[in-house]
């Protein structure tokens, strides 16, 4: 029996298969046809026994100025530099302008807008997600899309709303198709958040999902088990009742688990309830 070929995808389909499998972002102006590449890349130089001695970069002070054209540092240097620098920023704002200059995370060249937070800078509670998604990356607000609509009914649930509550992320930009981000991207972005925690100060804060979790409350643990338990959280001036739940995006793809989520609402309820008001 004859075989009969498949018809060629028309430019709407390929577009549908690049999105199903997370391409919706361009990277370059220009397409690049990586199959035309026939370059085999060269071999290292073998290493000479008297190598020149190779330029020292100065290691700034507070943030690196690096252009955007040039190379990352590398990624201790990165830590190294965002600890600094996170460290010594007094303010929210002066945090804010500290990242939009920060040129040690490589994932700020693929995000269309650094995405720094939400919400009341005063609140008692603030929720972390893990990293901004399409939507986020487009409005440069955090839990804009999908899972942010159910975070805002999450928070409605205990009386809350935005001009109620901050709400940031680990990343503040989001990765390339929404890939997962890499543990040297957390571990560069962490000071970040940990100090934007201590400025913001909150009474409670909610760690939503099991990045999150994990890079915040120090632990191994799975969400299934950190969940619904209250952690301290020493932000180096002050120790902060943390609670781990449910990522909303989770829950939109595993809708039985918002029951256990609802526990957790009232437990963060009832915590705000008791901590006297400031
Ligand atoms: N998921 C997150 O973790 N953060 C956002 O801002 C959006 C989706």
Redo the contacts with the bound molecule.
């Keep these: 029996m004859d075989l009969i070929p498949e018809p060629s995808p028309n430019v709407r389909q390929l577009l549908a298969f690049y999105l199903e499998a997370g391409v919706d972002c361009a990277l370059m102006e220009e397409p690049v046809d990586r199959l035309a590449e026939t370059d085999i890349p060269a071999a290292p130089a073998p290493v000479r026994e008297t190598a020149p001695p190779r330029p020292v970069r100065e290691m700034p002070a507070a943030m690196p100025t690096v252009p955007r054209s040039e190379t990352a540092p590398a990624p201790e240097a990165a830590i190294a530099l965002a600890r600094e620098g996170a460290r010594t920023a007094p303010t929210l704002e002066a945090l804010r302008a500290l990242l939009e200059n920060f040129e040690g995370c490589a994932l700020r060249n693929t995000a269309t807008r650094l ?1 720094f937070a939400d919400g009341n800078p005063e609140a008692r509670i603030m929720f972390v ?5 399409r ?2 990356d487009i409005e440069g607000l ?4 999908r ?2 609509k159910l975070l805002d009914r999450m928070i409605a649930a205990i009386g809350l709303d935005r001009s109620k509550a901050y709400i940031a ?1 680990v990343i503040p930009w989001r990765p390339p198709g929404n890939r997962t981000p890499t543990p040297q991207e957390t571990q560069i972005c962490l000071p970040f958040i940990q100090r934007q925690i201590e400025l913001v100060n909150p009474d409670v804060l909610v760690t ?2 099991n990045p ?1 979790t994990q890079a915040l409350l120090s632990t191994r643990e799975g969400i299934m088990k950190t969940r619904g338990k209250w952690l301290d959280y020493d932000t180096g001036t002050r120790t902060i009742r943390a609670l781990a739940t449910f ?1 909303p ?1 989770y829950l939109l793809r595993s809708p039985s688990y918002k029951r256990l989520a609802w526990q957790d609402l009232r437990a963060i309820a009832k915590a705000l309830e008791a901590a006297p008001s400031r």
């Design positions: 995405v997600g893990e990293a901004p998604g939507d986020e955090p839990f804009v899309g899972s942010g992320n939503l999902g999150s990522h995006a």
